[in-house]
T-cell receptor
Framework: TQLLEQSPQFLSIQEGENLTVYCNSS?????LQWYRQEPGEGPVLLVT?????EVKKLKRLTFQFGDARKDSSLHITAAQPGDTGLYLC????????FGTGTRLQVFP | NAGVMQNPRHLVRRRGQEARLRCSPM?????VYWYRQLPEEGLKFMVY????????ESGMPKERFSAEFPKEGPSILRIQQVVRGDSAAYFC?????????????FGPGTRLTVL
């Protein structure tokens, strides 16, 4: 059974701080996606990483896919209150397996 | 350029009634997926459909739940004889034919409450 563990589970930081969220598995994934979900809404796709070692940047967000394609990280530089939300990694073939989630709160 | 549409956004049913949840995929997308998010739990896959075909229903409960994606019209997730444990947020996602297994785009969800 493929599982995706995310850490930390909760993160509360001040505006301007940097943070990293991790997504780990013992299984190999052909690709991993990162989503952000706000209360009462559906997950919004941020990025898909496909190649081992790949790094993708989306403004202040940097996503990395591990060389062995078993793990991924999301780094946010100079966090802002608008970054607050639930961050989810997901992977799988035909059906997505979602990670346990990281709930981020950024205080002004 | 409309995204994935789901309706209704909120649905209240009494125990024993039927719930019908609708999903219109993004334009040009022919693959539809349904997920369920129980309170304080993560998103769990239920079913994967293409037009007129169920591809993978390994996450669907064996009884009372069914899904379809007809040639014309939206995909429907149907729950018969609802029970309190069916209360959850149900999300639909779609993907384009060229990348069926990753890059899924999600709708806003239908929040089902069973009284």
């Amino acid at each position: 059974t493929q599982l995706l563990e995310q850490s930390p589970q909760f993160l509360s930081i001040q505006e301007g701080e940097n943070l990293t969220v991790y997504c780990n598995s013992s299984s190999v994934f052909s690709s991993l996606q990162w989503y952000r979900q706000e209360p009462g809404e559906g997950p919004v796709l941020l990025v898909t990483v496909v190649t081992g070692g790949e790094v993708k940047k989306l403004k202040r967000l940097t996503f990395q896919f591990g060389d062995a394609r078993k793990d991924s990280s999301l780094h946010i530089t100079a966090a802002q209150p608008g970054d607050t939300g639930l961050y989810l990694c997901a992977g799988g073939h035909n059906k997505l397996i979602f990670g346990t989630g990281t709930r981020l709160q950024v205080f002004p | 350029n409309a995204g994935v549409m789901q309706n209704p956004r909120h649905l209240v049913r009494r125990r024993g009634q039927e719930a019908r949840l609708r999903c219109s995929p993004m334009k040009g997308h022919s693959h539809v997926y349904w997920y369920r998010q129980l309170p304080e739990e993560g998103l769990k896959f239920m079913v994967y459909l293409q037009k007129e075909n169920i591809i993978d229903e390994s996450g669907m409960p064996k009884e009372r739940f069914s899904a379809e994606f007809p040639k014309e019209g939206p995909s429907i997730l149907r729950i018969q004889q609802v029970v309190r444990g069916d209360s959850a947020a149900y999300f639909c996602a779609s993907s384009p034919p060229s990348r069926p297994t990753d890059t899924q785009y999600f709708g806003p969800g239908t929040r089902l409450t069973v009284l």
